[in-house]
């Protein structure tokens, strides 16, 4: 074996991801199948640990697996571009963030609203619930 390739394991262990998770971003395209020789294990190159923690960085952060394809095809010389998309992503991520406060306050309020009594005949979480006006 080529100091320069690794087996799809070593590649693994090296990028801190599972097998098949290398598996599925060939299935998608994010990163490229080698061939495999006649006898053997397919050998991959080195550079893919770096590309393989992108992806996974960009997880963290959010990214779709189609964003990140976006990101990997502009690459380094396209700053300004994947600024934009970056910009474009946190602002998404702002507005899910205003939903969830805005559910977690209704959460609040159904919460304060049910009684401690275990004789009440109706509970109010559940009343609102089913009324369909928690969110209005």
């Known amino acids: 074996m080529n100091k320069k390739t ?3 394991g070593r590649l693994a262990k090296a990028a801190a991801v599972n097998i098949e998770t290398i598996r599925h971003y ?3 395209g994010l990163i490229n199948e080698p ?8 050998h991959y190159s080195i550079e893919l640990v770096e590309r393989l923690r992108f992806i996974k960085s960009a997880q963290q952060l959010g990214f779709s697996l189609q964003e990140i394809q976006q ?6 010389e396209h700053c300004s571009d994947i600024k934009i998309l970056a910009e474009e992503k946190r602002h998404r991520i702002e507005q ?6 805005t ?5 609040d309020d159904m919460i304060n609203s049910c009684q401690d009594d275990n004789k009440a005949h109706h509970c109010a979480f559940i009343d609102a619930l089913s009324k369909k006006k928690a969110l209005k």
């Open 6 to 8: 690794l087996t799809i």
């Open 103 to 107: 559910i977690q306050s209704v959460l």
């Open 26 to 28: 060939q299935r998608v």
């Open 35 to 42: 061939v495999k020789p006649l006898s053997g294990f397919r």
């Open 96 to 101: 899910q963030i205003k939903g969830l406060l």
């Open 71 to 76: 990101l990997l095809c502009l690459g380094n």
